[in-house]
Structure formats: C-alpha cells, structure tokens
C-alpha cells in the first residue's frame, strides 16, 4: 500500500524534554492517571469531516490545502482511496478513535438509494480499515445540513418530504454506524433552528424534533444498536438561533420530551463560547444532571464571533476540561473528539500532524494538572468548607426538605440575623491553581 505521509512515522513519546516536532511530549498512552491509561481515559478521536475533507476554502476564496492523496472528485473511488489516507494518519498518530458524517466518507447520489450505496461500499472500505489498523469508531452521524433540501432544516423542517428524507438518512447513518461498531451516535442539529420567527411555527418544528428523536430511538433499539446518543448543543451558526442552544437547552427539550434516558450531550468548547458560557461550565452542568457523554474538543478564538474551531493548546482550558473529566471517572463509552481544523495557511499534510500532537499533549498535560489539583483536594476542601452549613443544623433540615418557610421564619426570628460570611479566596484559589500549571 502506498504510503500518503512518507517519511513520518508512528509518533513516538519522547518526554517533555524532547525537541522533536513529531513526538509526543506529554501524551504518553500507557502512563496511568487516577487508575486509568491515558489512552483509555482520554479516548482520542480524529474527525474525517475536518481533518480529510476540509479544503481551506472561505467565503473568500478557494481551497488552500495540499492533499496529494485527493483527486478532487467526488467519486466513489476517490472516497474508497481517501479511507487509507486517513487510516494511515490516524495509525500514526495512535490515535485510538475516528468520527465521522455518512456524506464526508461517501458522496451524495442522485438518489438516496445511490447515496445508501455509495456509503455501503465506503463502509466496507472503512470496515476493512478499521479491522487492519485496530482504530475504532467513536462515533458517526449524517450530515443533514449541506444539500440545499435542508434549507429550512430537517427534523425542524417546514417540509414534511424533507422530514421523511432526514429520517431515511439517520436510519441509514445509525445502521453503518452500528455495522462499524460505533460506541456513541451523534445530532448536531446542523440547521435546526430559525431565522426569523415571523415564518416560524416554534411549537412544531420542536414537536417534530421530538418525534424524529423517538423515532430514531426506537429504530436503534429495534436493529440492537447499544451506542449512546448524543445531542451536541450549539446556540447559533448556521442559523441564528438554533434550537439546542446550550447544555440546559438541550436538557430542558429532551426532559420536556421524555428523552432524557435516552440522550447524553456531546460538548463542543467553540459552541460553548458562542453560547457565553466556557467550557468548565457546559461541562460542570452537563456532569452534574447526569448527561455528559463527550466532548468535541477545539477552541474558538475569543476575539471573533464565529465557529473558529482551531485545535486547544490553552492548557488552563484542558486543566479545567479534566478537572470536571476527572470528576466523572472519564468519558467512555465517550471520547475526546478534535472537532478541530488547521488554518488554511497551514496547508501542507504535516500540519496535521503537528496539530493533532499538539492537542493531544495539551489534554495530556491538562489531566496530569488537573489530577495533582485533585490529588492535593485543593478545590475539594474549600468548596466542602463553603457549604459546611448545610451538613447540620439548619442547613441539613433545608435539604432534607423538612422545613418550610414558616419554620424558617421562626428560625430567623428567634436567631435575629445570618451567621456572617466568609471569603470565596477566588484569588487565592487562582493563584493555587497556577502553582500546578
Ligand atoms: C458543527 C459541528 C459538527 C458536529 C457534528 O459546528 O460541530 O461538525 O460535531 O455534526
Ligand atoms: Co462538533
């Protein structure tokens, strides 16, 4: 098989001393963490859409980025050739997972019968791939924004045609999903949301969202497909106000709906920011409702207004990433997934390469930070402390539920005023924290 990254090979970890561009300085898979190895905590997983098929296109001007390997057709062939292009990157890079959307591995037909067979024989191609180089799938999805017929949306569409269209498409997407042994399923509800609401009838384009989603349970369930799902939020791009705009969105939808057991949340760093929240806290909240699956790893660039995702290299957003990771025990049946893209100066293969390691040693790094933070219980003891009220007296009764305002009153009333408080120290707090950095 021809080699399409000649002259690079498996990246080696060489420590934080080395000075090779291609080796891991952080990232060493076997080095264990809380009990765990890197590799099965962290969970890796490069994205196809990104990393094999972006061009360095903008609004702009054309494509930038060399890839020898592409011919630039979207043909079947070039498809089932691409596949060995990425395994051999991904094989490189040890990386243990991929992701991917049906229509970046195969093209769209004219039909959805020839697109169906299209991804069928990509599929096998990928399967094959999969089998030779022990990289799994993370998860899959379908793409259900880029052909025009998806201009209103798709679950949310005003079409019912384009309803019924969608939902051929995820049955298809979940089936070769399942076929290649997905451990998680994803919607990114690429347009699902409004312009304006002048033409909108909110209630049942989410109505309609809520019907697709039961439907698209029950289809996985009937073909034995034990992946979990996931909804990834976003508060708006492509349209202006998307419908699972952040991690209590999306929650609030899938309880109001009678989903919330049977869809997790994949979270995004760039859609946090979008939405005005960081990452720590779409994590923190996601975490503590039961429903942090994975996350999509990237960061945006807190200067523009739009979905940047450049790969994260900030390790004060890694450490607070695996502060709430760590929290959990991990992320499996999830992963870490780079929803992440080189610049389109940065156009030669090689970027790649140096982009993906560097991300990966930031979440390294991040985990051995956040894991000496929480072997110190640094944050744990003070955060204890701060509520120490409530383990007894008065504060154990109001979360125990048995008081009420009356008993309240007549508690306040006897007491005459609160206990005074104590400092938050967030500034010492800070200052700690940068002591692991
Ligand atoms: C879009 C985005 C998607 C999802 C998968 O912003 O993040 O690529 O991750 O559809
Ligand atoms: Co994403």
Sequence with gaps: MAEHFPGIPVIPFEGPKSKNPLAFKHYNATEVVEGKSLRDLLRFSVCYWHTFRGTGSDPFGPGTLLRPWDDGTESVDNAVKRVDAAFEFIHKLSAPFYCFHDRDVAPEGATLAESNRNLDVVAKALKSAQDRTGVKLLWGTANLFSNPRFMHGAATSCNADVFAYAAAQV??????????????????????????????????????????????????????????????????????????????????????YGL?????????????????????????????????????????????????DQFPTDIYLTTQCMLVILKQGGLAPGGVNFDAKVRRESFEP????????????????????????????????????????????????????????????????????????????????????????
């Excluded at 384009?205 to 697709?212: M, T, Y």
């Excluded at 497909?225 to 419908?243: A, D, I, S, V």
Aim: proline share 2%; aromatic share 10%; net charge negative.
């Design 171 to 256: 049955k298809k997407a979940i089936e070769v999903t399942h076929a290649l042994g997905g451990e998680n399923y994803v919607f990114w509800g690429g347009r699902e949301g409004y312009m304006n609401l002048y033409n909108t009838d909110m209630k049942r384009e989410i109505d309609h969202l809520a019907r697709f989603m039961h439907m698209a349970a029950d289809y996985a369930k009937a073909i034995g497909f034990k992946g979990q799902f996931l909804f990834e939020p976003k508060p708006k791009e492509p349209t202006k106000h998307q419908y699972d705009f952040d991690a209590a969105a999306c929650l609030n939808f899938l309880r109001g």
């Design 350 to 437: 090689i970027d790649l390469f140096y982009a993906h390691i560097g991300g990966m040693d930031a979440f390294a790094r991040g985990t051995k930070i956040a894991a000496a933070i929480r072997k110190d219980k640094v944050l744990e003891d003070v955060v204890k402390k701060r509520y120490a009220s409530f383990d007894d007296g008065i504060g154990k009764k109001i979360e125990d539920g048995s008081v009420s305002f009356v008993d309240l009153e007549k508690y306040m009333l006897d007491k005459g005023n609160a206990d005074p408080n104590s400092s938050g120290r967030q500034e010492l707090l800070e200052n700690i924290i940068n002591d692991y950095l």
């Design 260 to 308: 919330q057991d049977k869809v997790k949340l994949n979270i995004e760093t760039n859609h946090a920011t979008l939405a005005g929240h960081t990452m720590m806290h779409e994590l923190e909240y996601s975490r503590i409702q039961g429903a942090l699956g994975s996350i999509d790893a990237n960061t945006g660039d807190l200067l523009l207004g739009w979905d940047t």
